[in-house]
């Protein structure tokens, strides 16, 4: 099976800087994404990371390191429109489709 | 707007009433999926399908519930004689063959009363 895990919540300030850790365990590792999901809306992609090490694009970043079932994703120059869901989430393995397997999101709220 | 479309957007229904959702995912994506959302939860896989092939369900797909996609383009799911528990957000995402990524609708929210 797979299993993931992400913190429940989280708070920063306007301006600075977040990281959004996930562990997971997989039987066969096939990429990792990051969604950003705002309350009531669909999960937006944010990430894909399928190799080692971190890919920036613009303020966020993700990064992964396959040995240690880990991944962040990091939020620089925090915005009050940031606050959001940030989802975790790997495929099944050894299956074509690729149905994703989510971990339970980390709520984060900006403060001014 | 990622370009699929769900509708409709909110539901409200008695106990025991049938309910069916439709999604429109984007036009050159061949593969659909359905997932259910429930409050401070992550999306739970429902079924996929592959054009109007439905390959694969999950085991919280009970006989109560039924996808279809007949012709390889929009899909619906239904609900028969709709339970409390089934109070949800039900997101339809698409992807092409190629691509890795899925890109979800706006979903549709169940409420059961």
């Known amino acids: 099976g797979q299993n993931i895990d992400q913190p429940t919540e989280m708070t920063a300030t306007e301006g600075a800087i977040v990281q959004i850790n996930c562990t997971y365990q997989t039987s066969g590792f096939n990429g990792l994404f990051w969604y950003q999901q705002h309350a009531g809306e669909a999960p937006t992609f944010l990430s894909y990371n399928v190799l080692d090490g971190l890919e920036e694009k613009g303020r966020f970043s993700s990064f992964l390191s396959r040995s240690k079932g880990y991944s962040y994703l990091l939020l620089k120059e925090l915005q009050m429109k940031d606050s959001a869901s940030y989802l975790c989430?790997?495929?099944?393995?050894?299956?074509?489709?690729?149905?994703?397997?989510f971990g339970g999101g980390t709520r984060l709220m900006v403060k001014p | 707007d990622t370009g699929v479309s769900q509708d409709p957007r909110h539901k409200i229904t008695k106990r025991g009433q049938n309910v069916t959702f439709r999604c429109d995912p984007i036009?050159?994506?061949?593969?659909l999926y359905w997932y259910r959302q429930t409050l401070g939860q992550g999306p739970e896989f429902l079924t996929y399908?592959?054009?109007?092939?439905?390959?694969?369900k999950s085991r919280l797909l009970s006989d109560r519930f039924s996808a279809e996609r007949p012709k390889g383009s929009f899909s619906t799911l239904e609900i028969q004689r709709t339970e409390q528990g089934d109070s949800a957000m039900y997101l339809c995402?698409?992807?092409?063959?190629?691509?890795?990524?899925?890109?979800f609708g706006p979903g549709t929210r169940l409420l059961v009363l």
């Open positions: 989430a790997v495929p099944k393995p050894n299956n074509a489709g690729n149905m994703l397997t």
């Open positions: 036009s050159e994506h061949n593969r």
């Open positions: 399908f592959q054009n109007e092939a439905q390959l694969e």
């Open positions: 995402a698409s992807r092409r063959v190629a691509g890795e990524t899925q890109y």
